[in-house]
């Protein structure tokens, strides 16, 4: 294909908005930052460790002797529940209104070693089980429930333990009402549910899969940023975690570990990234718009230190990338899935 050599721009329209893809500059020399290696030689259990079982976190609370998922309140929450209310929009300048909500953590184990592709399949099937069951009760209260996992030093993870963020809110975020609005808007358009009728397009095409199941498939979307970001989402119509099947729920517990254990073989480390849940809020009554999906934002660009930054150009204009959707997608399904844990650290 003959854009896929010249400088050309990309529409998403999850977010209607355009990315600038350059392919002709993959090959150029590169003499900017690399992060240090960070040392993924962990033990199963450490004792200086906030999130291990039976440990004391940092405001002294002592974490019970779990095994499996372990949920708890975070110690230092962005949300508060109990904000006095306040809205403020005299000024269109000057606008403000209250934010409550709540903070969540989870631990995906006991095991202070084992990230989410090291984990046996059932052991994430169990963390899959904590998202739905969680998403559940806080949708009871919230407008918004925020599932997502920062992963790696490179992300701001602040601790090496795996573990994933609930953040539940009393407003539906900037980007989640982008989503919202443009799939409505696509439906009504075309009378078409926009990432059903994607998947379904991006399935008879193959150039951009990664990893499918019988309930899955995991893209680099057409329109994706970041060099290795992937969108997974159930191939059928479910609008929300809590309208998955047992069957979708074991399959995609199956389908994370094979996509995370292709991004960690690629560039033979502990791949960093930001994945989130994204469907329909709570509050939303008509959900033929919405499909449930998970991105996957990894920071990595040409090995396990060297990272895409979203700067100059980006920051200024829109974002650009070099290396193609399809590139990208090509490298992902070449890696193999089995872990190899001794190619770490
Ligand atoms: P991140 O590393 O993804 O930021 O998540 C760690 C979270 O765990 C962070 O939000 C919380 C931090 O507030 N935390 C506790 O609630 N208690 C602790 O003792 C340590 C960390
Ligand atoms: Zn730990």
Redesign the pocket.
């Known amino acids: 294909m003959i854009f896929e050599q010249h400088p050309h721009r990309r529409y998403n329209p999850l977010t209607r908005e355009w990315v600038l893809v350059s392919p002709h500059r993959s090959n150029r020399p590169w003499q900017g930052q690399s992060e240090a290696p960070v040392n993924r030689q962990r033990p199963p259990h450490d004792a200086g460790c ?2 291990c079982a039976g440990n004391e ?3 002294g609370v002592r974490n019970p002797d779990y095994t499996g998922p372990f949920v ?1 309140e ?3 929450p962005a949300l508060l529940k109990d904000t006095p209310f306040h809205e403020d929009t005299g000024s269109p300048l000057f606008q403000s209104r209250t934010a409550c909500g709540t ?1 969540r ?1 989870i631990c995906f184990s006991e095991r202070h070693d084992l990230t989410l592709p090291a984990l046996p399949v059932e052991a994430i099937r169990k963390v899959v089980d904590v998202w739905v069951r969680e998403y559940e009760t806080l949708a009871r209260d919230y407008a918004w429930v925020a599932i997502f996992e ?1 992963k790696g030093a490179m992300m ?4 090496p333990h795996p ?1 994933g ?1 609930i953040w539940a809110s009393d407003f539906v975020p900037s980007e989640v009402a982008r989503e919202d609005q443009a799939q409505e808007a696509f439906l009504s358009e075309t009378g078409q549910n926009l990432l059903v009728s994607y998947c379904e397009a991006e399935q008879s095409g193959e150039t951009r899969v990664v990893v499918e199941n019988d309930d899955w498939i995991a893209v680099v979307p057409f329109w994706a940023v970041w060099p290795f970001e992937t969108l997974l989402t159930p191939k059928r119509h479910r609008p929300r975690l809590t309208d998955l099947s047992t069957q979708e729920r074991d399959r995609l517990a199956e389908i994370l570990k094979r996509l995370c254990t292709r991004y960690d073989g690629l560039f033979r480390t502990e791949f960093p990234y930001s994945m989130g849940w994204h469907g329909a809020p709570p509050g939303l009554k008509e959900t033929a718009h919405w499909q449930l999906h998970a991105h996957f934002y990894p920071p990595l660009l040409r090995s396990a230190t060297v990272r895409k930054f979203l700067v100059g150009y980006e920051m200024l204009a829109e974002p650009q990338r070099d290396l193609t959707a399809e590139q990208a997608a090509a490298r992902l399904r070449a890696q193999s899935e089995t872990l190899e844990q001794d190619t770490f650290g």
């Open positions: 906030y999130l976190r940092a405001n708890f975070n110690d230092f903070s953590v920062n701001g993870c602040s601790n573990h963020q």
